[in-house]
């Protein structure tokens, strides 16, 4: 069933687990998250990208797709359709194709300005019964054109953006998008806590979650990590199941060549990385 994220993540919150982030980039990607979503009875965020959306036909497309997927899979757990990242003008496009949700990325402006654009999307999408994400400091790596250095969130600025009464904050703290180079230094914990403790009951987002360890995730939820937000692992493993099974001569293989056939072995894979860290996040049975 299709809802905003604000239930979902203020009952993570105080469960003390995260809900999962997944981000879809075509038909494969929402049928395996939804399908896994419902298997263990998890809530669940699809996020879509700025890039990802118009490479699928736009965000009406994907609202429609995912709306259709929901009913024709009868869905029961909560499913939340979220701009991921998005511009002040992308967050527009997503309120207008019926998104249930938005993150508005006002990190690269300064402070007044991240405010001020924040506060008017934050009013417009309540307004519509829609759930707002917003983002302090960076998040390392890169995200359709936009660059992050990784620098760490001020507390002071996080509870600013936590004041206009949004529903969940990104806060950087050391996190990045991609893979996490062999000399990352981690997650600051030290900032996380500070945001924490300046932002008190607000559901917080830690983005670039594929390949962060394990312990990692666990603790920063422990310091009101409430979502996490995962991509490049579901790509990584629909990747090397799709090579192994083009590198095995299997789409030479009678009908192998069907898409159904030869994209079935990625979408497996999906599924089981979403599983695992739906599992991780302790998110499983609590839709």
């Not at 899979?73 to 979220?82: M, N, R």
């Not at 600051?188 to 962060?212: C, D, N, R, W, Y």
């Amino acid at each position: 069933m299709l809802v905003n994220g604000i239930e979902m993540l203020k009952k993570a919150k105080a469960g003390h687990y995260a809900v999962g982030q997944f981000n879809i980039n075509n038909l494969e990607w929402t049928k395996a998250i939804l399908q896994v979503a419902e298997e263990l009875k998890a809530p669940v965020i699809l996020g879509v990208s700025e890039g990802a959306g118009k490479y699928m036909g736009g965000f009406a497309t994907v609202q429609a797709m995912v709306a259709a997927m929901d009913k024709e899979f009868k869905i029961s757990v909560p499913v939340c359709t979220h701009l991921d990242h998005g511009t002040y003008e992308g967050a527009y496009k997503c309120i207008k194709a019926g998104f249930t949700s938005i993150m508005f990325d006002g990190s690269h402006y300064p402070i007044d300005e991240n405010i001020w654009k924040t506060k008017e999307l934050t009013h417009v999408a309540h307004n519509l019964g829609m759930s707002i994400e917003a983002e302090v400091g960076a998040i390392g790596g890169e995200e359709d054109g936009v660059i992050g250095m990784g620098e760490c969130a001020d507390p002071d600025e996080c509870k600013k953006i936590a004041d206009l009464g949004v529903d969940m904050l990104a806060a950087g703290i050391g996190n990045i998008h991609g893979k996490y180079p062999a000399n990352w230094k981690g997650l600051s914990f030290e900032t996380l806590a500070a945001v924490q403790a300046k932002t008190g009951e607000m559901p917080l987002v830690l983005h670039g979650g594929s390949g962060i360890p394990e312990d990692m995730i666990k603790k920063a939820i422990t310091l009101g990590v409430s979502k996490i937000n995962v991509n490049t692992e579901c790509q990584l493993s629909f990747a090397a199941a799709t090579r192994k099974y083009i590198e095995a001569g299997k789409d030479l293989e009678g009908k192998g060549f069907d898409p159904r056939k030869l994209l079935l072995p990625g979408f497996e894979a999906i599924k089981e990385t979403v599983r695992e860290k739906i599992k991780l996040f302790g998110s499983d049975g609590k839709a």
